[in-house]
């Protein structure tokens, strides 16, 4: 299975930073996600994980958001990739989610205790 390898960049909008490794078991999306073009760019991101979670090769996955911002169709998306992760979880397999944030940012937290509602999954709110 392929790695998935993208460089973040700021223009008109943001695009984030998102190493996904199958041979490490560690996936992580980082930086500020202000797209245009939400579904395309996340969807392939989402197929890599269905793939990866549903393959039964691999039983382990740590999964680490580090976004500083994400306007609201990036957050569709993200419950998207977490309802994947609880399926993963559901089936037995070994998962971590962390979400990390800055220390004044209240909102972040806010959100993500939302997104534990929403997925039924624990994710550990750890200081950047």
Known sequence: MENIDIKGFKD???????????????CEISGESYLEETIEFYNPLIKWLEEYTNSGEY???TFNFKLTYYNTSSSKRIVDIL????????????????WYYEEDDLDIV???????????????????
């Open 12 to 26: 008109d909008f943001f695009i984030p930073t998102v190493n996904f490794s199958a041979d490490t078991g560690v």
């Open 59 to 61: 039983n382990k996955l």
């Open 83 to 98: 309802l994947i992760l609880r399926s993963f979880e559901e089936s037995k397999q070994d998962l971590t989610v962390n």
């Open 110 to 128: 806010e959100e993500v205790e939302d997104f534990m509602k929403i997925s039924k999954l624990n994710i550990n709110l750890l200081l950047f």
